[in-house]
């Protein structure tokens, strides 16, 4: 019951009622811990997630590198990417896991479609969310084509301090290191270096941003 009055209070000045009753009549919800794979690479995508709590980290993978942060999801949204796999009954090419602990309602892949034809304002969110993914990724590719690493560096801490809504980040370097598609040396040494300019702390596996 919490997890429907959830659906109501975060998609209400979007969804029309019909639309969250709909929602909470045919959504499953499910609760995962911190880095747990919802989708991963090579699956058939069933459903999409609508997101009542916490942050997912959206990934690409790299085959010679690893994977490649994306962009992540907040609460209030969804997947464009799981989206556009479901629609066109294709596998994923994207890697979902959990940042921090999340809630998640998740839409068969069918419902989806109906309300695509049935409800003008799911319509509409599913369109805003490729728009606001498609601008992610351009950020996103900007920020590998444009920036040098510790730029990327600056920008990853902030953005993911921001989404885990804290000032200490509890990643290791080689984990960082890999969510940059770069190597576990050249983070620590950048890491070190905005140590050194007193923008950040190094602790024991933690980061602090001042």
């Known amino acids: 019951m919490e997890k429907k009055k959830a659906v109501k209070k975060i998609f209400d000045r979007f969804f029309d009622k019909d639309l969250i009753d709909a929602i909470n009549q045919s959504a499953s919800?499910?609760?995962?811990?911190?880095?747990?794979?919802?989708?991963?690479y090579g699956q058939y995508i069933k459903s999409i997630p609508l997101l009542l709590?916490?942050?997912?980290?959206?990934?690409?993978?790299?085959?010679?590198?690893?994977?490649?942060?994306?962009y992540y999801l907040e609460k209030g949204d969804s997947c464009a990417l799981s989206m556009a796999c479901c629609m066109g009954h294709t596998r994923s090419e994207i890697r979902a896991i959990t940042e921090t602990k999340t809630t998640v309602a998740m839409i068969p892949t069918d419902t989806m479609e109906e309300w695509m034809q049935k409800y003008p304002s799911w319509r509409f969110f599913v369109l805003n969310s490729y728009h606001k993914r498609f601008n992610e990724l351009l950020m996103a590719v900007d920020n590998i084509a444009f920036n040098n690493m510790e730029q990327r560096l600056e920008t990853y801490l902030l953005e993911t301090t921001r989404v885990n809504n804290t000032h200490t980040l509890n990643k290791t370097h080689r984990e960082i290191a890999n969510e940059l598609n770069t190597s576990r040396v050249v983070i620590s040494r950048l890491l070190k270096k905005l140590e050194n300019e007193n923008k950040i702390q190094l602790n024991r596996n933690s980061i602090t941003l001042f």
């Open 29 to 40: 919800f499910f609760e995962f811990e911190e880095d747990e794979v919802l989708i991963d």
């Open 53 to 70: 709590d916490g942050a997912i980290k959206i990934l690409r993978e790299d085959p010679d590198m690893g994977d490649l942060l994306l």
